[in-house]
Structures are given as C-alpha cells and as structure tokens.
C-alpha cells in the first residue's frame, strides 16, 4: 500500500509517546498538544482514515458473522426444518441451503437460474425456500397468494416459484393469482383458502428468524453454520456446498 510507510510512523510515534505515559499521567497541557498532533497529522494523511474505515468494516462484518453463527444454532429446525416451508431437490439431500426471498426482489430473480442450475447438476443438495416478503405490500400480497397456492397444491409448488419470480413487472396479487389460474388453480379457491388460513403468523416468524441472523436483504442463505447475504453466485453456492460435504463447514 502507498501509504503504509505513513501509517507505521504515525503508529510508532504515538506507541512511543502513549505507552511511557499511559492518559491518566498526562497533565491537560499534554494532552491538548497530543491531541493536536493527532489532529494535525490526520488532516495531512487523510487517506489513513480508509485504513480505519475499513478495518471497522472488518471488525463489524466479523461480529456479525459470530452472532449469526450463535442464531444459526439457537434456530436450527426453524430454519431447516420448518414445515411452513417447501423443499425443493432432494428431500433427504445431504446439504441444505436455505434461501430467503421476495418475489419482487430483482436479486432473487437473478439468483434463480442459479438454484435452477445447482437443483440441475446436484442430485443430491435439498433446497428450502423460506418467504420473506420486505417490498412493500405488493410482495405480502403476492406471498400470501403463494402460501395458499403452496396449501392447495404443493406438488405445483415449483412450477408456481419459477414462474412468478421470472415474470416481467411486479409481482403482486393479480399477478400471482395469474399464475396460480395459469396452472390449475382458481382464483375462487385460492381467495378461499386465504380466507381460512391467511399467513400472517408465519410471516411475522420469519421476520422474526431473519431479524435475530441479521438479515435485512434478499437473497439471504443458510448454508451449514453460515449466513450468505446476496446473490453470491452458482460458484460460490457450489463451492460451500461441496465443503460441507468435504469437512462439514462452508469453509474448510
């Protein structure tokens, strides 16, 4: 980095100062001309402060990651195993990815040739799709079509999952009570299903469950013991796929 040479000195020469007299031996004059040097030396070297920020980043991202982790383990079968969800591959595959989506995010629309491609090539890997509608209310209305079409006729799941979150526009009530028609079920019978089953609840638990791994984005993954927000890519899902079968992590 060009600006390391700067940085060592500024660390070295505050290490020389600080640690002979730790703050509480200063007298408020020394202090003060401290203080200013700091200053000073910052004004005149701002690109050290990129340093900071992105150590920070680091720290943060680091933090993030072990608490999300600590809810991994605390939410185990609600995550992997809820029966409010539907599976798609390998109902006994022997890797799980969990995806958190909302069929208006635009990322999730280019994530889903990826899970179509891994649900392809991998006879083996069980996909869990998790609904988690954060758009607005166009995406809870067209989840709650969803969740009724998902009642009604699970084994048209798929088709319905593909086809709505790959259609032009936003996705909405009309637009997913279109797809729902599209393949065999009426509007009558979805609007009754909602009707006698409506899916707040699961909803409010899986903003719940997102909110205590951090989640605030779709497409948001559950792999093993990781969180993977975004759409990370079909190498990158492969990749922490095959490490889990490797040595039971997404990293080995």
Do not use: W
């Amino acid at each position: 980095m060009a600006f390391f040479p700067k940085t060592f000195t500024a660390l070295a020469l505050a290490a020389s100062i600080a640690l002979p007299f730790p703050a509480a031996a200063l007298d408020d004059q020394q202090k003060k001309e401290f203080g200013e040097f700091i200053k000073q030396y910052l004004i005149e070297n701002p690109e050290i402060m990129l340093d900071v920020q992105e150590a920070l980043q680091k720290k943060q991202e680091a933090q993030r990651l072990v608490k999300a982790n600590m809810a991994i383990e605390e939410n185990t079968a609600a995550i992997f195993d809820s029966k409010n969800d539907v599976t798609l591959g390998n109902p006994k595959g022997d890797v799980t990815v969990v995806e958190f989506f909302d069929y208006n995010c635009s990322y999730c629309r280019h994530a889903l040739s990826d899970m179509q491609a891994m649900l392809k090539k991998d006879k083996n890997v069980r996909f869990v799709l998790k609904e988690f509608p954060i758009l607005g209310p166009d995406s809870v209305a067209a989840h709650k079509v969803a969740d009724a079409f998902r009642k009604l006729a699970p084994e048209k799941y798929a088709d319905f999952h593909f086809a709505l979150l790959s259609s032009e526009g936003r996705a909405s009530d009309e637009s997913a009570i279109g797809v729902a028609a599209s393949l065999g079920v009426s509007e009558d019978k979805i609007r009754a299903e909602m009707a006698k089953s409506p899916n707040d609840g699961i909803v409010q638990a899986t903003y719940q469950l997102a909110s205590s791994l951090g989640i605030s984005g779709t497409p948001s993954y559950v792999i093993g013991n990781e969180l993977v927000p975004g759409a990370v890519g079909l190498d990158d899902l492969e990749a922490k796929v095959k490490n889990m079968r490797n040595c039971g992590k997404t990293a080995c």
